[in-house]
């Protein structure tokens, strides 16, 4: 028997990339996960790849769910608990970005929503799993950063406060929650193998930023994360709450990516510098 065996485990964002392979992690250890995301295609062809990897009595289901939505989220937790009658671990990976250019042309509607969709999805995650942890004994909640949300990512808006922000809650949550013996940690991938992070050309500066401020020279996996995901969830990590760990092979000592030529042509040569116009 597996130690997550008839362990509840929720991932957010669980329909593809990093979310997915969290959450294969968690099955093929035995827990009973749940994932949740806003499509519900996405999500029936993620939980058909997951039931092939069940492992020591495993399970998976799936709730179409938007974080930001609370009523919503509050159902979320509810049907998490039902496959193993409990619910100790949740990965909040659903997030993302979105409106990158200068904060000085950046749209106001738009930067709300990313911070809606990070921190606001986030928080109520906390506030609705929580109730659920304390009553199965303790738990552990992994927030979802990025190296984003630690070192500058130029023109990044509102991504780069987003991130920060999952880490400050989920710092703050290690603290009120630590004497109900729940946990809080974060992951902070950099550049991962995801469908998205495919919209960058493997020939291109943008790229070649990446590989040459990562001192393994590399991208990683979604299973680099997954792996971490689950030790965090796991009883091995029963000692470890408050922290911020790094998946990013090393960039993270250096300097974020240089996106220039995505946006140059969008927003203009001349706000590129960092000068404002006279």
């Not at 949740?36 to 709730?63: F, I, M, N, P």
């Not at 190296?147 to 500058?152: D, Q, R, S």
């Not at 998205?196 to 991208?219: A, F, H, K, Q, W």
């Amino acid at each position: 028997m597996s130690v997550l065996s008839k362990k509840g485990v929720l991932v957010t964002g669980g329909g593809t990339g990093i979310g997915h392979a969290c959450a294969a992690a968690m099955i093929s250890d035995g827990a009973s996960v749940t994932i949740c995301g806003r499509t519900e295609e996405k999500l029936a062809e993620s939980a058909k790849k997951l039931e092939a990897v069940a492992d020591h009595g495993g399970s998976v289901q799936y709730v179409v769910c938007d974080v930001t939505d609370e009523e919503a989220v509050k159902n979320l937790m509810d049907k998490a608990v039902e496959p193993a009658g409990n619910l100790v671990g949740v990965v909040a990976n659903a997030g993302g970005g979105g409106g990158m250019g200068p904060y000085h042309m950046l749209d106001t509607e738009e930067y709300l929503r990313v911070l809606h969709l990070n921190v606001l999805g986030t928080m109520l995650c906390v506030k609705h799993s929580v109730p659920h942890m304390h009553k199965a004994g303790g738990g552990s909640f992994v927030g979802m950063s990025s190296i984003a949300g630690l070192v500058t990512h130029l023109w990044f808006g509102a991504y780069t406060a987003g991130k920060a922000g999952i880490e400050a809650i989920c710092k703050n949550a290690a603290d009120e929650y630590g004497p109900s013996n729940i946990r809080f940690n974060v992951i902070r991938p950099g550049f991962i193998a995801t469908e998205i992070m495919e919209n960058i050309p493997r020939e291109g500066t943008v790229y070649d930023s990446y590989i040459e401020n990562t001192p393994l020279g590399d991208v990683g996996l979604p299973e680099d994360v997954g792996n971490l995901a689950r030790f965090l969830i796991g009883p091995e990590s029963r000692w470890i709450t408050g922290e911020a760990i790094n998946v990013d092979g090393g960039h993270s000592l250096r300097r974020g990516p240089i996106f220039k030529e995505f946006i140059e042509p969008a927003l203009g040569k001349e706000v590129m510098g960092g000068k404002l116009p006279e």
